[in-house]
């Protein structure tokens, strides 16, 4: 599995040539390795041949939009995201974080900025995957299994299920610690999360929809106001 690696991969898509050159040099400065795709088609392309670990996309793309390349780019290969966008706009960033992404810059930004976003995210994502027991395994619960090691849910009647890096992540925190409450620190592993970041509720609205009957009145993932989030469900590990 790519991010398990030492070296993540950075995939760069932007097509503002300027903007680009100071994002890739300032990756080169901090020793990430990037690829760089000016249209959405050549960020999907790239992504086939190397999945990368974490893709920094601008919403404003030539060929496609950014939204919708976020959306495919997840269901091929689930990675972490960070979304570019010229516009302030509260829509795109909560629209951006429903579809999956972990952050979001404004520009313009300082590249010393990126680099503080990339290795926040980054960190989060490598000691998930150093936190997964030796062998990886998959979790069973309530008829669902999630192979931990490739990201891969399957519903109780078959269906496989997408599931972004970053709910992946979350779900995870929630498997290995089942009917236990955990709070918003705990479940990204950060601390000091800032009270007023809606992306933890965002993913776990998202979960919900995806693992819950009714999402309106969630059996699995419960929320216990003032502390946190519950999961319900004995988890077995195989
Ligand atoms: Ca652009």
Redesign the pocket.
């Known amino acids: 599995m790519t991010r398990a690696q030492p070296h993540p991969r950075i995939l760069v898509v ?3 040539t300027d903007i680009a050159r100071i994002i890739c040099n300032a990756l080169d400065d901090y020793g990430f390795r990037w690829d760089h795709a000016a249209t959405g088609r050549r960020c999907l392309q790239a992504a086939q041949q190397q999945p990368p670990d974490l893709a920094i996309v ?5 060929d496609m939009d950014g939204m919708e390349v976020i959306r495919q780019l997840q269901d091929a290969s689930p990675c972490a995201v960070i979304i570019l966008t ?1 516009r302030n706009d509260v829509t795109d960033r909560v629209l951006g974080l429903e579809l999956g992404a972990d952050d979001y810059l404004v520009k313009p930004f300082e590249p010393r900025e990126l680099i503080a976003r990339v290795r926040s995210i980054l960190r989060r994502y490598l000691r998930s995957a150093d936190d997964t027991p030796a062998a990886p395994g998959s979790a069973l619960f309530s008829g669902w299994r999630f192979d931990a090691s490739r990201h891969g849910l399957t519903a109780p009647d078959g269906r496989d299920v997408s599931i972004s890096a970053a709910e992946a992540t979350m779900l995870l925190a929630l498997l290995r610690n089942p009917n236990r409450i955990l709070t918003r620190e705990q479940l990204i592993g950060e601390r000091n999360v800032d009270p007023y970041d809606r992306s933890i509720d965002v993913r776990i609205s998202r979960l919900r929809r995806k693992l819950e009957d009714d999402p309106q009145n969630p059996r699995l993932i419960k929320t216990v106001y003032g502390a946190g989030y519950l999961f319900c469900s004995a988890v077995a590990w195989e």
């Open positions: 932007e097509d503002e601008d919403l404003g793309l030539p010229g």
